[in-house]
């Protein structure tokens, strides 16, 4: 049986996973909405590309805690796999992070000035080594709802939880074929569309779940 103390911090870590899920859940699904925007050419440089990295750097603190609170939760035979999964999160979130700093902060405001030219190397273009760099965090993302499955109970609401994690694992090859096949087009990108409803999903459900979860949820 929980003390007082535990149980209090055990409701403290329910409570922000819900919102640090929520937040994410909210960040990926307006990143979705600008990047069907960009492909409709309804926004244009260079608001198209500060929205979309904007959105994207937004998630990644959100759903790294939300993670973090996954592991926090976790069943002690369990944690083995939390631990694992929220390594890959760190991973995901290293790597994509430093990404959208430098294209927010060096790449857009040089190109803006006249002067993209010197600093060519940081842009994320096709092939790139931030493209790679995206790659890789996205990847890792996809490992780490992998690595989570175990995490899960296979009945009530956890095994939501799992198929949303375990479709966002699945959709993974595709993101890595959208990165890495040699000859990148606007079309190709339509193979990505999975993602936009599996990763949203994802992390809202692990929100809701750990709202339904919380201690006085369940008494």
């Known amino acids: 049986m929980l003390s007082e103390k535990q149980q209090t911090m055990s409701k403290t870590v329910f409570l922000w996973g819900y919102r640090f899920g929520m937040a994410a859940f909210v960040a990926n699904a307006a990143f979705v909405v600008v990047q069907a925007m960009q492909l409709l050419r309804w926004i244009h440089y260079p608001y ?11 998630i990644v603190g959100p759903f790294l805690l ?21 390594l890959f999160t760190l991973i995901y979130a290293v790597f994509v992070t430093a990404n959208y700093v430098v294209q927010l902060t ?10 993209g030219a010197d600093i060519k190397l940081l842009a994320q273009t096709p ?11 996205y990847i890792a993302m996809g490992i ?3 690595l989570a499955l175990p995490v899960f109970e296979r009945q009530g609401f956890g095994r939501w939880v799992r198929h949303a994690f375990l479709a966002n694992a699945l959709v ?10 040699p000859e990148f087009s606007e079309r190709l990108l339509l193979l990505g569309i999975p993602w936009t409803i599996t990763a949203p999903a994802a992390m809202l459900f692990l ?11 369940r008494t």
């Open 48 to 58: 198209d590309e500060i929205l979309i990295y904007g959105f994207s750097l937004c």
């Open 66 to 86: 939300e993670m973090l609170a996954l592991h926090y939760i976790a069943e002690q035979d369990k944690k083995f796999w939390s631990h694992g999964a929220l």
């Open 106 to 115: 060096t790449v857009i405001p040089m190109n803006l000035r006249g002067v």
């Open 127 to 137: 092939h790139s080594m931030f493209w790679d760099y995206d790659a890789i965090g």
């Open 144 to 146: 780490a709802c992998l």
């Open 172 to 181: 993974t090859p595709l993101i890595a074929f959208v990165y890495f096949y």
């Open 207 to 217: 929100a809701l779940y750990f709202r339904r979860m919380t201690p006085n949820e």
